[in-house]
């Protein structure tokens, strides 16, 4: 007996877009309203995992921290008008971050903006970021080049969906007819087969790193520099993380006897701390930064190399070489003294490799440098000790009755999960995270708003980090201001994370403005915040809230981690403004202010 396959039935475009998205990612977070409720409806049968939040900020920030911590594409969903608007502030500091995503967004009808609509293509375009109007043509193809696109060029993607097309049908394409005989049995059993479940498509992979070639000039400049080293520094950066260069990096370190160090954003990148200097910049201890100014040959690996950095251009000594390797055409960074400066622009582990495969024989030993520093010898090593308050404030309590947040710092390292991601918002405060807490590896520390400048997107990025990895356990740090402005997501926060612990350091203020216009001699009063009780409020949402007003009362948190760490315990540290941030100093002077950097 033979017959013909029928049709299939209509799909809708939302349904077909959660089939092509799910190529390319199993992880969404969204915000539900008329322009994605029915996409957002679709995504579970497609295979992708939604993470309900409760602000769009959110849907943006997750996402942002998810690929930041999982190296996977997320996607973000949000309505169209206010919904798109909201969003737009953790657009942009994705966008700057450099991080990959498609943001899924519902926009205005095909047939013209109605009255609460805006030109929501032209707000993205202003951010650097491209939108693409989906139809139920090519649905498939658009979706696909936007991925590629996305992680080509390290940056968000729009995808809009028309307003008239949310739940627009799409005939699928019909089969050529062909004769089947039922009562073959290889034909029943292909049948079957065919008709059986079959797993979620795994997640498309980035497009392959770029590997633009540098000059054969500037290799030779750099490769002399290099072997003529006497006190080389190898600078890590976080694209030297995303480009895998993880091993380049210490085999270049070993092979010129350098020492090392990171930009904040790639700590943890050398596995081998014993000649590691640590973070570059106001985050750094001072007398290691005194010791890379004396280096003579330092190599900048996917570092942006900012004003922080580069601590207002004081960073390097005066006849250094500065040799910077980066994918990206880069402009020169701000040297306070003469530097010279090469650029190898391409891959980082491809550039790295070919220095590797030329060095050794211009350079058969290394330099020895780093054997001759003292101070990193162990890890109470002068180099790494950092200034914990203690010897100014014994009890770790200032004049103004405040904890010292230094004291507050030191105090957490002991007592944080081991397996930790650490999320930072924006903020004074983030020098004590930086300065106090290690982390195993780039991964594990993000920081959200430092691209765009931003404060807010602290709490938005835990949904993210533990959806990333469920395991371990989110650490958000984050200023009394910047938890105000991004409320919405506590509750998005204590839901989502398994194990969190929420650290606030509440100076009832805004401290970067009070320690910069403040210290100008404007009127402070604009700059201070109420005194806000926000272990009262996690206890509300169900959390464990501790209001920290003693070092005594973070033994909270050891108990809390001996007991499981399970859910999320928030500790809101009263702490002093009277403590300004070593970063905060270099700010200070680099705006005329007289003050003591020691």
């Known amino acids: 007996m033979s017959t013909s396959f029928s049709p299939p039935p209509a799909s809708t475009l939302p349904r077909a877009l959660a089939r092509a998205l799910a190529r390319h990612s199993t992880q969404a977070f969204g915000l539900m309203g008329n322009g994605n409720a029915h996409l957002i409806d679709a995504l579970p049968e497609a295979g992708i995992s939604l993470t309900p939040v409760r602000h769009e900020t959110a849907t943006v920030a997750s996402a942002d921290a998810y690929t930041r911590v999982s190296g996977r594409l997320a996607i973000a969903t949000t309505t169209y008008g206010a919904g798109y608007t909201n969003a737009l502030t953790a657009l942009a500091e994705a966008a700057q971050a450099r991080t990959p995503m498609l943001v899924v967004a519902g926009d205005a009808p095909t047939s013209g903006s109605r009255p609460w609509d805006v030109d929501q293509e032209m707000m993205a375009a202003a951010m650097g970021v491209r939108t693409v109007q989906l139809s139920p043509d090519d649905l498939d193809e658009t979706v696909d080049r936007a991925a590629a696109s996305a992680w080509r060029s390290r940056r968000p993607i729009v995808l809009a969906i028309p307003y008239d097309l949310v739940n627009a049908s799409i005939l699928e394409p019909e089969p050529e007819p062909i004769g089947i005989d039922l009562d073959d049995p290889e034909v029943i059993r292909a049948l079957s087969a065919a008709t059986m479940p079959s797993a979620a498509p795994a997640p498309a992979q980035p497009a392959e790193r770029p590997r633009t070639a540098a000059s054969p000039d500037d290799l030779a400049a750099a490769l002399r520099a290099l072997a003529g080293a006497e006190r080389p520094l190898v600078l890590a950066g976080r694209g030297a993380w995303l480009a895998g260069a993880r091993s380049e990096l210490a085999e270049l370190a070993e092979l010129l006897g350098a020492l090392t160090s990171t930009t904040a954003l790639a700590r943890g990148i050398f596995a081998d701390q014993r000649h590691d200097l640590g973070v570059t910049g106001g985050f750094g201890q001072e007398a290691a930064m005194a010791v890379i100014a004396e280096a003579d040959v330092v190599v900048a690996v996917g570092a942006s190399l900012n004003q922080f950095t580069m601590r207002f251009g004081e960073l390097l000594g005066a006849g250094a070489t500065l040799i910077r390797i980066d994918s990206d055409q880069v402009s020169a960074p701000r040297a306070a003294h003469p530097v010279e400066q090469v650029l190898l622009r391409g891959d980082a582990k491809s550039v790295l490799r070919v220095l590797l495969a030329e060095l050794p024989a211009m350079r058969p030993a290394p330099s020895g440098w780093r054997e001759r520093v003292s101070g990193l010898e162990q890890p109470g090593g002068a180099l790494r000790v950092r200034d914990d308050g203690s010897a100014e404030h014994p009890e770790g309590r200032c004049a103004d009755g405040r904890l010292d947040p230094r004291s507050v710092a030191a105090r957490l390292a002991e007592l944080l999960p081991a397996d930790r991601h650490v999320t930072s918002d924006g903020g004074h405060f983030i020098g004590w995270a930086n300065m106090f807490w290690p982390v195993a590896s780039p991964d594990r520390m993000i920081m959200v708003g430092t691209a765009y400048q931003t404060i807010g997107l602290g709490l938005a990025t835990v949904a993210g980090v533990a959806a990333a990895a469920p395991e371990s356990t989110v650490v958000v740090t984050a200023g009394d201001g910047g938890t105000l402005m991004g409320l919405a997501d506590l509750e998005t926060a204590i839901r989502t994370a398994a194990s969190c612990v929420i650290v606030i350091w509440n100076d009832a203020a805004y401290g970067a403005e009070v320690h910069l216009y403040g210290a100008m001699g404007l009127e402070e009063q604009p700059m201070r915040i109420p005194q806000a009780d926000f272990a009262g409020l996690a206890r509300s949402l169900g959390a464990t809230g501790v209001a ?9 948190l050891r108990a809390w981690t001996e007991a499981g760490a ?22 200070q002077r680099a705006n005329g202010l007289d003050t003591d950097l020691g």
């Open 548 to 556: 920290v007003s003693s070092l005594e009362d973070l033994d909270a």
């Open 566 to 587: 399970r859910g999320t315990i928030l500790l809101d540290c009263a702490v002093s403004r009277s403590v300004v941030a070593p970063y905060q100093r270099e700010v």
